[in-house]
């Protein structure tokens, strides 16, 4: 069984930055499509970006710029940079890994954006 784990979210201040990381059990991570996705309270979840297993990279159009996904496969690691924050950033953010046809969601890490 497949276990996706983030975390690295908190409390932050308008304007400073977070790396949210997610560590997938086994090692299938590698030959895996992975993004971040996050979701406020009321509304549906929203991809933020994807990286896939050439380490190609694409974000949703709203929010190129501020973030950065990479990949660290000898950790089985993939993380989300998050500079400039602002308040409307302010969610829980979901890492889901794609396999053969399957998806696997961690639990989500809070992050909190204070003005």
């Known amino acids: 069984q497949v276990q996706v784990v983030e975390s690295g979210g908190g409390l932050v201040q308008a304007g400073g930055s977070l790396r949210l990381s997610c560590v997938a059990s086994g090692s299938i991570l590698g030959v895996s499509v992975m993004r971040w996705y996050r979701q406020t309270a009321g509304k549906q979840r929203e991809l933020v970006a994807t990286i896939d297993s050439g380490s190609v990279s694409n974000y949703a159009d709203a929010l190129k710029g501020r973030f950065t996904i990479s990949r660290d496969n000898a950790k089985n690691t993939v993380y989300l940079q998050i500079n400039s924050l602002k308040p409307e950033d302010t969610a829980i953010y979901y890492c889901?890994?794609?396999?053969?046809?399957?998806?696997?969601w961690g639990q989500g890490t809070q992050v909190t954006v204070s003005s």
């Open positions: 889901a890994l794609f396999r053969l046809g399957r998806t696997y």
